[in-house]
């Protein structure tokens, strides 16, 4: 009688669809997995549809969760936000029994091997739904951010969970929170999409001129997420006479317009809603935007210096991300962009210096987290250990859970 095919290990990635970031990483992280020899079984968890399937919040406010911080960014609302971070936290705390029960419920449903989350403020949630439903199902955070901001946001204290890290930064907070070397998983970078890896070659004259671009001027990209921001138009307004410009806006189409209305004196493209940024950065000689860690990460994997700004209104969550960059001499930082002629400026006049740093960062994480996984799967199940046992809940344990 053949011997039955071993039953492929389950993989859930927890993400949610604020600010764009977290659900980017999970789809290039299933993509990445989906290349592993292991051949494992991989399933996307977007966590506010398992805490509300029912779409309450939804039919209550008329949008979802994520669509308030979303709307926020694209307005430029970033002011306050680590004050309203320390109420979500608190709220979170508060409400902590109450979400238990879905997630318990759903882990029980779907019995995953291992659970990696890619969302910040909800873990020590996850995890400890997770542990009371499915003792020895190892758990793992992936930050996607270059550094926490303790407490709760990240990294949490106490738990027996692993945390895979993009920076010497975020590795030392995690070991100064008591996690021991065994569970703090360094990676040279931040996941971004394998697109940035793979982006065909292209003629890029003759596609500058095609797109009615100059391909002889210095060439900036301006890039402020899925959603834009307002902000593109004042440096539209101030680079508009001397810098050849690409904005992209996202899913912003009344930003593309007002953008598109602006007088230039130097060539201007405006883009919409683009998938194949990599061909946009292949274009320009820099970036301009936002200190988040995934833009930057992704403008570095191409070859591009960055001009960003630290200020009051950047969110907490990318403040380390600036100092990053100081740090690795890839760009500059102004205080407002109000002085973004001035750091063009200082850019181009030091553009070979910031490229030959650029080159010599190599950030592979997206293909050294799925031998992270393994390793941490290949202990779990481990002779000793409780997910090589067996030890789930009885039947009588799991029967009263579900009907919690």
């Known amino acids: ?74 307005r430029g609302w970033t002011i306050g936000m680590a004050q309203e971070l320390k109420l979500l936290q608190g709220l ?77 930064r975020a590795v030392a907070q995690a070991h100064s929170l008591g996690h021991g070397a065994a569970r703090v998983h360094a990676t040279s970078g931040m996941i ?29 990209l301006v890039l402020f997420g899925g959603h834009g921001s307002r902000a593109m138009l004042g440096i539209a307004k101030r680079l508009g006479s001397s810098t050849q410009l690409i904005l992209v806006c996202g899913h912003n189409r009344p930003l593309a317009g007002q953008l598109n209305a602006l007088p230039a004196g130097a060539p201007r493209l405006v883009v919409g809603f683009a998938p194949d940024i990599p061909r946009y950065m292949q274009l320009a000689d820099f970036f301009i935007g936002k200190p988040g860690p995934g833009s930057i990460s992704e403008a570095v994997q191409q070859g591009l210096p960055v001009i960003v700004v630290d200020n009051a209104w950047t969110m907490p969550q990318e403040r380390y991300n600036a100092q990053w960059i100081t740090e690795h001499g890839l760009g500059i930082v102004h205080r407002s962009f109000k002085t973004i002629d001035r750091a063009v400026d200082q850019l181009l006049a030091r553009l070979e210096e910031f490229r030959a740093n650029v080159r010599r960062m190599d950030n592979r994480a997206l293909f050294e987290i799925p031998d992270i996984l393994d390793g941490i799967v290949g202990v779990a199940r481990s002779p000793g250990t409780a997910a090589a046992s067996g030890q789930r809940q009885t039947h009588l344990e799991r029967g009263t859970l579900a009907r919690l």
């Open 92 to 168: 979170i705390r508060l409400g902590h029994g109450t979400l238990m029960k879905p997630l318990q419920q759903h882990w029980l449903r779907t019995e995953p091997d291992l659970v990696v989350s890619l969302v910040p403020n909800f873990n020590r949630l996850l995890f400890e739904s997770l542990a009371s439903t499915l003792p020895g199902v190892p758990y793992a955070t992936v930050l996607t951010d270059l550094a926490d901001i303790p407490p709760h946001f990240w990294i949490e204290r106490g738990q027996r969970q692993h945390f895979i890290c993009g920076s010497a």
């Open 1 to 74: 009688m053949p011997t039955p095919a071993p039953t492929p290990t389950t993989i859930d990635l927890v993400y949610f669809n604020a600010g764009g970031g977290h659900r980017a990483s999970a789809l290039a992280l299933q993509s990445a997995l989906a290349r592993h020899p292991r051949g494992w079984r991989v399933r996307l968890v977007n966590l506010f549809e398992v805490l509300d399937p029912q779409d309450r919040f939804r039919k209550m406010t008329g949008s979802a969760p994520e669509d308030w911080y979303n709307q926020r960014l694209a």
């Open 192 to 220: 971004i999409r394998p697109e940035f890896y793979d982006a065909p070659a292209l003629d890029r004259a003759a596609e500058m001129r095609r797109l009615g671009l100059d391909p002889q001027r210095p060439t900036a």
